[in-house]
């Protein structure tokens, strides 16, 4: 079957194997010119390349292959012949690096470039003309012209390998994906803390200690016991240098180029189980089997020589094999306890002047820089490495925010923005109820596709600094290909169009509509896919003390029904035709139907609560933390209720509490005050200590209403509670709460350290 999707252009295509179809491209070409005719490709075509040109063959036996496999039809190469496909590389033509132009009349296929990466770009594009599988059909393409180049140079898909090994086949099988959406770097993370995936010879034991680890699949990743003395490391996996030279071989061919991420100073408990020398106990410790850290070391000696000299010879290793000008170096998450208490880290602050630890990160990531620089490589770590003073030549991968790469940008560093929202592919992208366990967050296709990796706060000598973005894959939940096809499609061509076409060709209809033609191929070739995010979206809106909610839908051609008397909604509820406009508290639940078919797994639903407070400014004596900004200012005073999806509607805190000033506007009769927090026990966020509540008439003196403590345990491993105060009746403008922070009990991977407080609504009656 001929893949059936449509172009933003709404230009159709006529001819006998499609009959009146749009053309079926993800991502968008910049320019599409169609004519009338076709060129059909048969046994009679051939292909013509000019030989003298390294890597045009590979390209050339690419499309020989895959047509071959399609149709059983072989071309022939560079015989003269009625019908042909020409390459043409024409370094003079002024076409766009990795651009291409694609010509297609009745007798001849021309696709022209200035490189091969565009010669393959436009091999590609042939291809997602033609149908997905073998088939007898015709193999016909509509005769048209395509100028097409992209947007940024940077266009990414990451992979974790660590925290589940993934064979050969398996990554050939990702690259072929991003290939196939005209995606160049792999960034595969090859070190983790649980597991190393790189053969080095001159240290052995990373792979046959730290590539092999204690079972524990059948168990939720955070809550898998530690190896004990005497079990088998069975689980895992290692690449030889032998197999990595033939996947990056395989990439280049396919214009793909691979960035090796060799994690340091933090993330490296398989190295250290391996060469116990490397940490600041130098304790013995067996491989982590999952994310129980109690007691184990995980971090690299940053005041010891010997562990300069190690990373050296393994990164002299990793840059012989791989030709990428980039080599990344983590940098991420590093617990700077053990060096607070380690003699030699010490010791080498004080020889260094380092006033603290974020210094002493700073340093290590510095001299590592110097060892890279010196094989003529450049270095990419992820934000952190701003952290204490940024290397003098790294590029910076953004990925808390964009924050990071906004002040690597300022600095004149490269950047490469991969924020947790929307670009972690981990996270669920519908539901979540009923998909298949994640990590958490939600980032949906249409999170995915409204990215814009430039930050609105870069001026435009900056932008040049945003190399592009990238989609990263997490696997502590990830342990079958058929669960990371499912991950991937299709938010994988959705990021990829965001990253080649033009920002004013971009329309989600538009890609929605294409998108259904890539289904129907992902289904033909056996490839697990989501089919669509069934959750209606409820959007709402808090102005002048008045609320209003919009509701949406990511599904092409679905309508949406709700309720708002507590019941269910179904086919006879009331159709959605536009904003519902809240004037009590209630509870809104809504579903998507197409076809006349309810598709919503579960409802959508969210509450709101009326009160004297809506509309009214909040201000922080702490500011919320930038990664979780709820909607603004006013999130605690919007009327909306947060819900266990801890991504939304929710204020976060860390490490300082939480410090907030209602001001009502004018006097009014107070008689409660609430606070609303959220417990997640997997996420370190807890419900404060306690909550204590201060009023005012005059914003300057405040009296105490009152405080209420904790009622729960700890350790409860998800809770939503009100923290209710009532107030003796009296005139009040201002509200002063306070939440006090917790710290991570004992038992959990963060013992002691400061945990986070979720705050959704402060609610005044």
């Given at each position: 079957?001929?893949?059936?999707?449509?172009?933003?252009?709404?230009?159709?295509?006529?001819?006998?194997?499609?009959?009146?179809?749009?053309?079926?491209?993800?991502?968008?070409?910049?320019?599409?010119?169609?004519?009338?005719?076709?060129?059909?490709?048969?046994?009679?075509?051939?292909?013509?390349?000019?030989?003298?040109?390294?890597?045009?063959?590979?390209?050339?036996?690419?499309?020989?292959?895959?047509?071959?496999?399609?149709?059983?039809?072989?071309?022939?190469?560079n015989?003269?012949?009625?019908?042909?496909?020409?390459?043409?590389?024409?370094?003079?033509?002024?076409?766009?690096?990795?651009?291409?132009?694609?010509?297609?009349?009745?007798?001849?296929?021309?696709?022209?470039?200035?490189?091969?990466?565009?010669?393959?770009?436009?091999?590609?594009?042939i291809?997602?003309?033609?149908?997905?599988?073998?088939?007898n059909?015709?193999?016909?393409?509509?005769?048209?012209?395509?100028?097409?180049?992209?947007?940024?140079?940077?266009?990414?898909?990451?992979?974790?390998?660590?925290?589940?090994?993934?064979?050969?086949?398996?990554?050939?099988e990702?690259?072929?994906?991003?290939?196939?959406?005209?995606?160049?770097?792999?960034?595969?993370?090859?070190?983790?803390?649980?597991?190393?995936?790189?053969?080095?010879k001159?240290?052995?034991?990373?792979?046959?200690?730290?590539?092999?680890?204690?079972?524990?699949t059948?168990?939720v990743?955070?809550?898998?016991?530690?190896?004990?003395?005497?079990?088998?490391?069975?689980?895992?996996?290692?690449?030889?240098?032998?197999?990595?030279?033939?996947?990056?071989?395989?990439?280049?061919?396919?214009?793909?180029?691979?960035?090796?991420?060799?994690?340091?100073?933090?993330?490296?408990?398989?190295?250290?189980?391996?060469?116990?020398?490397?940490?600041?106990?130098?304790?013995?410790?067996?491989?982590?089997?999952?994310?129980?850290?109690?007691?184990?070391?995980s971090?690299?000696?940053?005041?010891?020589?010997?562990?300069?000299?190690?990373?050296?010879?393994?990164?002299?290793?990793?840059?012989a094999?791989?030709?990428?000008?980039?080599?990344?170096?983590?940098g991420?998450?590093?617990?700077?306890?053990?060096?607070?208490?380690?003699?030699?880290?010490?010791a080498?602050?004080?020889?260094?002047?380092?006033?603290?630890?974020?210094?002493?990160?700073?340093?290590?990531?510095?001299?590592?820089?110097?060892?890279?620089?010196?094989?003529?490589?450049?270095?990419?770590?992820?934000?952190?490495?701003?952290?204490?003073?940024?290397?003098?030549?790294?590029?910076?991968?953004?990925?808390?925010?964009?924050?990071?790469?906004?002040?690597?940008?300022?600095?004149?560093?490269?950047?490469?923005?991969?924020?947790g929202?929307?670009?972690?592919?981990d996270?669920?992208?519908?539901?979540?109820?009923?998909?298949?366990?994640?990590?958490?967050?939600?980032?949906?296709?249409?999170?995915?596709?409204?990215?814009?990796?430039?930050?609105?706060?870069l001026?435009?000598?900056?932008?040049?600094?945003?190399?592009?973005?990238?989609?990263?894959?997490?696997?502590?939940f990830?342990?079958?290909?058929?669960?990371?096809?499912?991950?991937?499609?299709?938010?994988?061509?959705?990021?990829?169009?965001?990253?080649?076409?033009?920002?004013?060709?971009?329309?989600?209809?538009s890609?929605?509509?294409?998108?259904?033609?890539?289904?129907?191929?992902?289904?033909?070739?056996?490839?697990?896919?989501?089919?669509?995010?069934?959750?209606?979206?409820?959007?709402?809106?808090?102005?002048?003390?008045?609320?209003?909610?919009?509701l949406?839908?990511?599904?092409?051609?679905g309508?949406?029904?709700?309720?708002?008397?507590?019941?269910?909604?179904?086919?006879?509820?009331?159709?959605?035709?536009?904003?519902?406009d809240?004037?009590?508290?209630?509870?809104?639940?809504?579903?998507?139907a197409?076809?006349?078919?309810?598709?919503?797994?579960q409802?959508?639903?969210?509450?709101?609560?009326?009160?004297?407070?809506?509309?009214?400014?909040?201000?922080?004596?702490n500011?919320?933390?930038?990664?979780?900004?709820?909607?603004?200012?006013?999130?605690?005073t919007?009327?909306?209720?947060?819900?266990?999806?801890?991504?939304?509607?929710?204020?976060?805190?860390?490490?300082?509490?939480?410090?907030?000033?209602v001001?009502?506007?004018?006097?009014?009769?107070?008689?409660?005050?609430?606070?609303?927090?959220?417990?997640?026990?997997?996420?370190?966020?807890?419900?404060?200590?306690?909550?204590?509540?201060?009023?005012?008439?005059?914003?300057?003196?405040?009296?105490?209403?009152?405080?209420?403590?904790?009622?729960?345990?700890?350790?409860?491993?998800?809770?939503?509670?009100?923290?209710?105060?009532?107030?003796?009746?009296?005139?009040?403008?201002?509200i002063?709460?306070?939440?006090?922070?917790?710290?991570?009990?004992?038992?959990h991977?963060?013992?002691?350290?400061?945990g986070?407080?979720?705050?959704?609504?402060?609610?005044v009656?």
């Amino acid at each position: 079957m001929a893949w059936v999707i449509a172009m933003g252009t709404g230009l159709l295509v006529q001819s006998a194997l499609y009959g009146q179809q749009p053309l079926p491209l993800i991502p968008q070409p910049v320019e599409t010119h169609l004519s009338t005719g076709s060129f059909v490709i048969d046994s009679h075509t051939t292909i013509q390349y000019p030989t003298a040109i390294p890597g045009i063959k590979a390209s050339a036996d690419f499309l020989v292959n895959a047509i071959q496999h399609i149709a059983g039809i072989r071309l022939t190469e560079n015989r003269v012949g009625v019908k042909s496909i020409t390459l043409e590389i024409d370094k003079q033509a002024g076409i766009h690096p990795e651009g291409y132009q694609l010509i297609v009349s009745s007798k001849k296929i021309t696709i022209k470039a200035g490189d091969k990466a565009g010669i393959f770009y436009g091999l590609e594009t042939i291809l997602q003309l033609l149908p997905a599988i073998q088939t007898n059909a015709v193999l016909s393409i509509p005769c048209l012209e395509i100028n097409d180049y992209p947007r940024f140079p940077w266009r990414g898909m990451h992979l974790d390998v660590s925290r589940h090994f993934f064979g050969p086949d398996i990554v050939k099988e990702y690259i072929d994906l991003m290939a196939s959406y005209k995606m160049n770097v792999f960034h595969w993370h090859l070190v983790d803390d649980q597991g190393w995936r790189i053969e080095i010879k001159k240290y052995p034991k990373l792979t046959e200690t730290g590539a092999w680890r204690v079972d524990q699949t059948d168990k939720v990743w955070g809550e898998r016991p530690q190896a004990k003395p005497g079990e088998a490391a069975t689980y895992g996996g290692y690449y030889t240098q032998e197999q990595i030279k033939d996947i990056i071989r395989y990439a280049a061919e396919r214009n793909i180029t691979i960035v090796p991420e060799i994690e340091m100073p933090g993330h490296v408990a398989s190295a250290i189980a391996s060469y116990p020398y490397l940490s600041c106990t130098q304790t013995p410790q067996l491989p982590l089997t999952g994310g129980n850290y109690n007691n184990m070391s995980s971090n690299y000696c940053a005041g010891n020589d010997s562990v300069f000299v190690f990373l050296e010879n393994v990164l002299k290793e990793v840059m012989a094999l791989f030709p990428s000008a980039y080599i990344h170096i983590g940098g991420d998450e590093v617990d700077k306890g053990p060096w607070k208490a380690c003699p030699k880290c010490q010791a080498r602050m004080h020889r260094e002047g380092l006033k603290n630890e974020e210094e002493l990160q700073s340093y290590f990531i510095k001299r590592i820089e110097k060892i890279v620089v010196a094989h003529h490589k450049k270095m990419i770590g992820w934000d952190e490495i701003l952290e204490g003073g940024l290397a003098p030549e790294a590029a910076v991968m953004s990925w808390r925010g964009e924050a990071g790469g906004i002040e690597a940008a300022r600095m004149k560093h490269y950047v490469v923005m991969t924020p947790g929202n929307p670009c972690y592919f981990d996270h669920y992208q519908a539901g979540p109820e009923g998909e298949p366990h994640a990590i958490g967050g939600m980032n949906t296709l249409k999170n995915v596709y409204d990215y814009e990796p430039i930050p609105k706060e870069l001026g435009a000598a900056e932008e040049d600094y945003v190399l592009g973005a990238q989609g990263n894959v997490w696997t502590e939940f990830i342990t079958t290909a058929e669960y990371l096809e499912y991950m991937v499609l299709p938010r994988m061509p959705a990021l990829a169009e965001v990253l080649w076409t033009p920002k004013a060709n971009k329309n989600f209809d538009s890609f929605n509509q294409r998108l259904q033609s890539q289904f129907k191929a992902y289904g033909q070739k056996g490839l697990h896919f989501c089919p669509g995010n069934y959750t209606v979206t409820i959007k709402p809106v808090s102005k002048d003390g008045k609320l209003t909610v919009s509701l949406s839908t990511e599904i092409l051609n679905g309508t949406i029904y709700y309720t708002t008397d507590g019941t269910e909604p179904g086919l006879q509820s009331t159709l959605y035709t536009g904003p519902i406009d809240i004037s009590s508290s209630v509870t809104l639940k809504a579903v998507v139907a197409l076809n006349h078919q309810i598709l919503s797994v579960q409802a959508s639903r969210q509450s709101f609560v009326m009160h004297a407070a809506i509309g009214c400014t909040v201000t922080y004596t702490n500011p919320a933390s930038r990664y979780y900004p709820a909607d603004g200012p006013n999130t605690l005073t919007d009327g909306v209720r947060g819900t266990y999806n801890a991504g939304k509607y929710w204020h976060g805190f860390s490490e300082k509490d939480l410090i907030a000033t209602v001001d009502l506007g004018q006097l009014k009769t107070v008689n409660s005050v609430s606070l609303g927090c959220l417990q997640k026990y997997g996420d370190w966020i807890f419900l404060p200590q306690w909550v204590s509540f201060e009023v005012s008439a005059n914003g300057t003196d405040f009296t105490s209403a009152g405080t209420v403590k904790n009622p729960l345990d700890i350790s409860q491993k998800q809770a939503i509670y009100d923290f209710v105060q009532q107030v003796p009746a009296q005139q009040v403008r201002y509200i002063r709460i306070t939440a006090k922070n917790n710290v991570c009990p004992p038992g959990h991977s963060g013992a002691g350290k400061p945990g986070w407080i979720f705050a959704d609504e402060i609610v005044v009656h």
